[in-house]
């Protein structure tokens, strides 16, 4: 429900609910000639900021250039290039912001990866949406493919429809991805191979710790059949990693996105932190890590200090 009426929402929060807080908060907690002058200057701020982020932060884009060094990549691989993206929620993009979706496919091709890969959330809520989108993300161009995983979006999660229809959904969500040029990865995986040098791309499906998203993932069949290789898991739900990932498998580097840092960064801090442990960038934990993309675009059109990304990372042998 809340997806489907996301944007009317947001703003009811901003311009409405939020102000409403803090007169009655300031109220009770200053004079009472101060309290209707921080109450005034505070709303204006914050409608301010709001309009900011819908007409302008969420046209940002920025490419981020990081690394990863371990000593279990093959020496063949180093120096190999990813980039990543997430969270690219096209429905969101389409109409006076299609050049959005095409800025981002010359800056990703722009980048000459070795392989990309997209973690999740394609589309906002139907299949539809993206049918107008394939022949951007045809486009893409990597020498050694352009990979993909499902996010909870893609799923039939927040479809008002029957079982039945949300089947047949997903299936076009499915078709629609290997139309784009993905090789979508549904708890499988795949080897890139240099020379007699090899690493894994690892799909899984959506996983995360809340219960009412899809956890169709499966740590162990999307490994079925691999001994110890280097392994890069793709999972969209960054929660997937510390409850599933890491102590069922040896996969050196994590890529998810999901969180979209929260669309809001202030001096760092992100209203998102406080339910997800990792939510934007690189944590490791010993040598494995995980980089969670902040997502190239969103359900709701607004980003304040937390422009789009994408993110190149060179794989480095330590």
Request: charged share 20%.
């Amino acid at each position: 429900m809340i997806a489907r009426f996301a944007i009317p929402f947001f703003l009811l929060m901003a311009i409405v609910v939020i102000p409403a807080v803090l007169a009655l908060l300031f109220r009770y907690v200053l004079p009472r000639k101060l309290w209707r002058r921080t109450t005034i200057a505070c709303t204006i701020i914050l409608w301010v900021l709001t309009g900011y982020g819908f007409l302008f932060g969420f046209q940002q884009l920025e490419v981020h250039h990081i690394e990863f060094a371990s000593a279990d990549l093959p020496a063949a691989f180093d120096g190999y290039r990813i980039v990543q993206f997430s969270d690219a929620h096209v429905a969101t993009m389409t109409g006076s912001r299609q050049w959005m979706v095409q800025r981002a496919i010359d800056s990703i091709n722009a980048q000459h990866a070795d392989a990309i890969f997209f973690t999740g959330d394609m589309q906002n809520i139907w299949p539809d949406e993206l049918t107008s989108q394939i022949s951007y993300f045809q486009q893409l161009k990597a020498e050694d493919g352009v990979f993909a995983i499902l996010g909870n979006h893609d799923y039939a999660t927040y479809q008002n429809c029957d079982e039945a229809e949300k089947a047949k959904n997903c299936e076009k969500t499915i078709k629609a991805f290997r139309h784009m040029g993905f090789d979508l990865l549904l708890n499988e995986h795949r080897i890139i191979r240099r020379d007699s040098d090899s690493i894994v791309v690892a799909g899984m499906e959506n996983w995360g710790i809340v219960k009412r998203m899809p956890r169709k993932g499966d740590v162990k069949q999307t490994l079925l059949g691999l001994g110890q290789p280097f392994i890069i898991m793709l999972q969209h739900d960054p929660t997937c990693w510390r409850e599933k990932i890491l102590p069922e498998c040896k996969a050196q580097l994590t890529l998810s996105g999901h969180t979209h840092g929260g669309q809001i960064s202030l001096l760092g801090w992100s209203p998102v932190s406080m339910s997800y442990k990792e939510w934007g960038g690189m944590t490791y934990e010993g040598s494995r890590a995980i980089y969670v993309s902040t997502g190239l675009g969103a359900l709701i059109p607004f980003r304040l200090g937390l422009p789009g990304e994408i993110v190149v990372i060179t794989l480095k042998k330590k």
